[in-house]
């Protein structure tokens, strides 16, 4: 009898982009402040067959809409590790984009200690390393001067703002994502044993070299970066050659059941 697919018990915690019933890998995908699983969609063009890409539903958005927002990352994270330890039946992989790079390596963190996952790579995206995140005050912070934060960093149809209904629909869950961040004042410290590869844009305001030469603390194993040409959001323009870079780093295993000490784990 097949096992059964754990993204059928997980269907709340997790969004399947691109189902596969005997994947060889496992995608993870993390969202930036404010975003959503289905930022994730056009990812699913650019997945190698036999990967099977999931996004992870942040509560209050989308279909877990009425869920209470996570009140800090140890919450969060707790809640998707535990989800994430279910899925032992193909290596498993993580890739996070601004704050979701800080939730995947809390995950990571999380997967080691409690569930004896040993993660194989871990990638971040647009991210300073856990250890100097900014707090940038804005959980609290009026809509104009979260709007402005957004409007910084690209990436987002500014339009959206004006239409009073979708503002409303918004701004909730932009505050709580920007209230989480402004709690992180104790990020985990484990060096993962496994490689860390971070990604960023050349003309990223928040994050610089430094910041992303600071991510090697959390490795015990190999360390390094790529820069692409943009901004915050530069994978919106860079995506395939993203894509290919990604997969070419974690050299999808073969087919077959691993053991929870050699599974994968991809962060960004």
Known sequence: MPPTNPVATSERQFHAINPCPRPN???VCFPHSG????YFRTWKSAVPEGVELLAVRYPGREERLCDPFAEDMRELADSIAHACARFDDAPLA???HSL???????????LSARYGI???TLFASSCAAPWLAPRLGLGDADDEALI???GRLGGTDMSVFDNLELRELIMPAIRADYRLLDRYTEPATTALDCPVHVYHGTDDPGVGA?????????TARAFSTRAFPGGHFYLAEHLPELARDLFARLETPPAGRPSR????FVLG
Not at 35 to 38: L, N, Y
Not at 102 to 108: F, I, K, M, N
Request: proline residues 0%.
């Open 25 to 27: 890998l496992r995608l």
């Open 35 to 38: 975003g959503s699983a289905g």
């Open 94 to 96: 993580f890739f996070g």
């Open 100 to 110: 979701g790079s800080l939730v995947a390596y809390e995950v990571a963190v999380r």
């Open 118 to 120: 040993t993660l194989r």
């Open 148 to 150: 402005e934060r957004v």
């Open 210 to 218: 430094e910041t992303v030469a600071a991510w090697s603390r959390a």
């Open 261 to 264: 000490s050699n599974l994968l």
